[in-house]
């Protein structure tokens, strides 16, 4: 079977899969919490004849959908979280919400489930067609948004069996990713300390405020003695209460920090916590330190990556009608980085190994170690939309979107088919992950001890 005519079976599906994101970008959901969504994807799966595994790594809106025996084990890795306080009307070139406060796709996980599937299903064709040895399975990894869903996953051997694994993710370009992110973990600092009178008896109280204030102080001057590369985020999530003629009992800081691995960033957090502790000291309160969650730095793979763009570059551009591409101008020129004129790209550029980092994070870094990985974008939103913005929101029921994930889905199916054509493929991705890693093996940077969890501002 050839790879066009995969292609075009995806094509074929394009309504079946436009549904399938269209019914989770309806459903917004957030951190471990995608019940609806996450069913969506399982009834898409067992539809499409796929065996589904639910509430995988004991996480009930994680799960996998497998096709297929033998090597190479191909996984796909499918994400469907939403964004808080990111609704928004669909096709709306303002900032309208749907709901006021309420959750939306800013991130564009309606559709990056979706493409993923639509990858999955053509290598399940192309296994289907040909009768050669090959396993696929599509990951339903919940809570990338500040939950790390795939380290946890990890953290349990969801991915031990993986030859590769391949990702993508929605955007304004098309890309293959070749260069890494950091690692990072997520920690609560919860101090404890006695309330007074502030004014008639200051002396008797201890302000767990002032812990957290000479914490933060502390970070800041730990900021000149770590690598340029390292990031210590922090929101102060408790102040302890409205009433300043009160000594605060109880104040809160949520801190996020990252590096260019887990290494760095275990050495990182133990100078941390330091600090907590000295704060703590310093105001004679009590501390507790709540580990969150973490996730892996990403691993890239150049073997991977050329084939990457060599698939993206055998797909048929989209074709856009005028009311569509008006729609695309008037989303983009609201960006500063917009382009109101050519709002659409289509430009594919070549593919440049580098050793930059990303400064951001993301648990694909998890799946990363444990197999080689590529992940690739597609235009699903107009030039220059940023992620995690309304814009990205409003486009994501978009003839843009749906036709950016079917393409998305062709090439992921097109990697998928090489690996399964080309032992050498996969031998130089093999061979390249080993080097990369340097004789190293994964370690979850989450402890055992650690379960997945519901972050949220409400009290």
Not at 203 to 211: K, Q
Not at 268 to 297: H, Q, W, Y
Not at 317 to 343: C, L, Q, V, W
Request: glycine share 10%; charged share 20%; with cysteine.
């Amino acid at each position: 079977m050839k790879k066009q005519e995969v292609f075009s079976y995806l094509a074929s599906q394009q309504e079946f899969l436009a549904q399938v994101s269209d019914a989770i970008w309806d459903t917004p959901e957030t951190c471990f919490e995608e019940s609806a969504s996450a069913e969506t994807l399982c009834k898409a799966l067992e539809e499409a004849g796929f065996t589904v595994e639910r509430g995988v790594a004991d996480i009930a809106t994680a799960f996998t959908g497998t096709y297929g025996h033998g090597k190479p084990v191909i996984g796909f890795l499918g994400e469907f979280d939403a964004l808080s306080g990111l609704s928004q009307v669909a096709g709306s070139a303002e900032k309208c919400p749907l709901i006021p406060g309420g959750n939306g796709h800013g991130c564009g996980h309606n559709l990056l489930g979706a493409g993923c599937l639509a990858g999955a299903m053509g290598m399940k064709k192309y296994l289907e067609e040909t009768g050669c040895e090959g396993t696929v399975i599509f990951y339903g990894c919940p809570a990338e948004e500040g939950g790390s869903g795939k380290a946890f996953m990890a953290r349990e051997g969801c991915f031990d069996m993986l030859d590769a694994a391949i990702a993508w993710h929605p955007g304004s370009t098309y890309n293959a990713s070749g260069g890494g992110m950091l690692a990072n973990c997520q920690i609560y600092f919860r101090y404890k300390g006695v309330s007074s009178h502030a004014g008639i008896s200051p002396h008797l109280g201890r302000s767990a405020l002032d812990a957290v204030t000479l914490f933060n102080v502390g970070i800041q001057f730990l900021r000149e003695h770590v690598l340029p590369s390292v990031r210590m985020h922090y929101a102060v999530t408790d102040t302890g209460g409205f009433s300043p003629n009160v000594v605060q009992p109880t104040a809160e800081v949520l801190c996020l920090l990252r590096a260019p691995d887990n290494e760095i960033l275990s050495d990182v957090r133990a100078r941390v916590e330091d600090i907590a502790r000295g704060a703590a000291l310093m105001t004679g309160t009590e501390l507790e330190i709540d580990f969150v969650k973490a996730c892996s730095n990403v691993v890239p793979n150049n073997a991977l990556g050329f084939a990457a763009v060599e698939n993206l570059r055998l797909l048929e551009r989209p074709e856009y009608s005028k009311e569509d591409m008006e729609f695309y101008s008037r989303i983009s020129a609201t960006n500063k980085d917009g382009d109101a004129e050519h709002p659409v790209s289509e430009e594919i550029p070549d593919f440049k190994p580098t050793d930059s980092v990303f400064p951001a994070s993301s648990d694909v870094g998890d799946v990363s170690w444990v197999a080689p990985t590529i992940s690739i974008s597609t235009p699903t939103w107009p030039v220059g939309t940023a992620a995690h913005s309304w814009q990205a929101v409003s486009v994501g029921k978009s003839t843009l979107a749906h036709k950016g994930t079917l393409a998305a889905g062709q090439a992921m199916a097109g990697i998928a088919i090489d690996i399964l054509e080309k032992p050498e493929l996969l031998k130089a991705a093999k061979e390249e992950h080993n080097k990369r890693l340097k004789g190293g093996k994964y370690v979850c940077p989450i402890p055992k001890g650690v379960k997945p969890r519901i972050i949220s501002n409400k009290k």
